[in-house]
């Protein structure tokens, strides 16, 4: 899944273009905020230890702390590094959890994927709404991936004007990294809220496609038919919307987690980063 660091190195990408500067590389990115993380005393998140490391500097962006961490919390961060400790002698622990805990390594990490980088803007009247959003269904290595479609969604979503350095205080990022992908045994073999679908279907002699992510449809309120439909357009098709059933879609379903990352964030672990190098 989709990281902190991933969503960093996005930030980090897109500053270094705009400032005109060059941008630390992934690895560099994941060695420092390991620092920046165990250097902050601060309460964690059972269910995202990474984010509460990056909101302590930051009190009013302070992520909600969940209750105490469980024996299967300390599993869903994606940082196995940064997840919080057993506390010694507590009745949870027994010589069985504690052996098993020990002897189950943490899986590899991921170095390539299909994904998707996903720029918001934060406007006054409308919260954050989309700015940019390019990815691709090829595996790619992650540094190499990351870095250009992080420039790609943020300069060349042909929807909007290329991002500037005087938006970049208002943007928010999101990666998501695609896997689980299956063909649908119809238009409606798919669940809302766990899968990403992508079309594809011939209409009057000419071919479409488009996809939305796994978070689109619950986003905006919509059934699965509004989906296909909303889906259908984003394609370019311009027929009646009564009589979409009558077109024969193809459908791939996928799963992905999406990461996100305020500006604000990303600037409150560079600010570190710049005070460590003095």
């Not at 990281?3 to 005109?20: Q, S, V, W």
């Not at 919080?84 to 507590?90: A, D, F, K, L, V």
């Not at 970049?168 to 798919?190: C, I, K, Q, R």
Request: charged residues 25%; hydrophobic residues 35%; contains cysteine.
């Amino acid at each position: 899944m989709a990281t902190i660091e991933h969503c960093l190195y996005c930030f980090e990408a897109l500053a270094a273009h705009l400032e005109n500067r060059k941008a630390l590389t992934l690895p560099e990115i994941q060695k420092s905020f390991a620092e920046y993380a165990n250097s902050i005393d601060t309460e964690v998140d059972s269910e995202n230890p990474d984010r509460s490391k990056l909101a302590k500097p930051l009190p009013a962006l302070r992520r909600l702390a969940a209750s105490s961490s469980s024996g299967s919390s300390s599993s869903a961060s994606s940082t196995t590094s940064l997840q919080p400790s057993s506390t010694p002698g507590s009745g949870a622990d027994t010589p069985a959890t504690s052996i098993s805990s020990i002897a189950s390594p943490p899986p590899p990490p991921i170095t390539e994927s299909p994904l998707f980088v996903t720029w918001n803007i934060l406007s006054t009247r409308h919260g954050y709404t989309l700015r940019g959003c390019i990815g691709t269904f090829e595996a790619q290595e992650l540094e190499e991936g990351l870095s250009s479609y992080a420039l790609t969604s943020a300069l060349h979503d042909t929807r909007f004007s290329p991002v500037t350095l005087r938006e970049l205080p208002s943007l928010e990022v999101a990666v998501t990294l695609l896997t689980d992908f299956e063909d649908a045994a119809g238009p409606m073999d798919w669940e809302l809220g766990t899968h990403g679908i992508r079309i594809s279907f011939h209409y009057h002699g000419r071919r479409y496609g488009a996809t939305y992510l796994p978070d689109v449809a619950v986003e905006q309120g919509w059934t699965k038919e509004e989906t296909l439909q909303s889906l259908m357009r984003k394609a370019g098709w311009m027929g009646r919307k009564d009589r979409w059933e009558e077109v024969e879609l193809k459908v791939v379903r996928y799963q992905g987690k999406k990461e996100g990352l305020k500006y604000a964030e990303y600037k409150c672990w560079r600010e570190w980063l710049s005070n460590e190098g003095e």
